[in-house]
T-cell receptor, first 114, second 113 residues
Framework: KAGVTQTPRYLIKTRGQQVTLSCSPISGHRSVSWYQQTPGQGLQFLFEYFSETQRNKGNFPGRFSGRQFSNSRSEMNVSTLELGDSALYLC?????????????FGQGTRLTVV | AQSVTQLGSHVSVSEGALVLLRCNYSSSVPPYLFWYVQYPNQGLQLLLKYTSAATLVKGINGFEAEFKKSETSFHLTKPSAHMSDAAEYFCAVSDPGTYKYIFGTGTRLKVLA
């Protein structure tokens, strides 16, 4: 069974640009979550999608957005990039059938903003 | 609100020694708790999870954790450290009401030869 796939693995962007990151969940998983990981703030929740609906959003500015497609694949977009957006962005998928359902993480996309 | 505290951002042990990584949780309801491991430039890999079935949970790579409600703890242990255990370890609690995981700040484990 293929794991969670994130593309691209590495990105370098310039301040002010926008970026789109992609996540393909494990087959059969309908929930996709996104997290930002930085040395200073650790792992922070961005948003979660289930069956194309955003069920929850973390405390991030509106420049961060996402969507989920009918095949459960998800994208997140960051507009007007700032230096502080440099981070490892992790996508996780789960069956989301209950609170004890584990999340499976992709390898992440390392975004560097210069 | 649920939260997780990991004591010790860095832990060093000798190869073959006991590994003990500490995690305390705060939850108003019975929690679902997880331990994840992250190797450099990789995503998070699930080590084990607690979902109230048993207080002693065995995971992969010889790790286990014990849920202690009276101490609100879920410490991770491994009897004998191996060089390949060097990584960062995260304790997490899931919040079914908000569909998110709340992570601790992580503990970086160093294994000394």
């Amino acid at each position: 069974k293929a794991g969670v796939t994130q593309t691209p693995r590495y990105l370098i962007k310039t301040r002010g640009q926008q970026v789109t990151l992609s996540c393909s969940p494990i087959s059969g998983h309908r929930s996709v979550s996104w997290y930002q990981q930085t040395p200073g703030q650790g792992l922070q929740f961005l948003f979660e999608y289930f069956s194309e609906t955003q069920r929850n959003k973390g405390n991030f500015p509106g420049r961060f957005s996402g969507r989920q497609f009918s095949n459960s694949r998800s994208e997140m977009n960051v507009s007007t990039l700032e230096l502080g957006d440099s981070a490892l962005y992790l996508c996780a998928s789960s069956q989301a059938t209950g609170g004890g359902t584990e999340a499976f993480f992709g390898q992440g996309t390392r975004l560097t903003v210069v | 609100a649920q939260s997780v505290t990991q004591l010790g951002s860095h832990v060093s042990v000798s190869e073959g020694a006991l590994v003990l990584l500490r995690c305390n949780y705060s939850s108003s309801v019975p929690p679902y708790l997880f331990w994840y491991v992250q190797y450099p430039n990789q995503g998070l890999q699930l080590l084990l999870k607690y979902t109230s079935a048993a207080t002693l949970v065995k995971g992969i790579n010889g790790f286990e954790a014990e849920f202690k409600k009276s101490e609100t703890s879920f410490h991770l242990t491994k009897p004998s450290a191996h060089m390949s255990d060097a990584a960062e370890y995260f304790c997490a609690v899931s919040d079914p009401g908000t569909y998110k995981y709340i992570f601790g700040t992580g503990t970086r484990l160093k294994v000394l030869a």
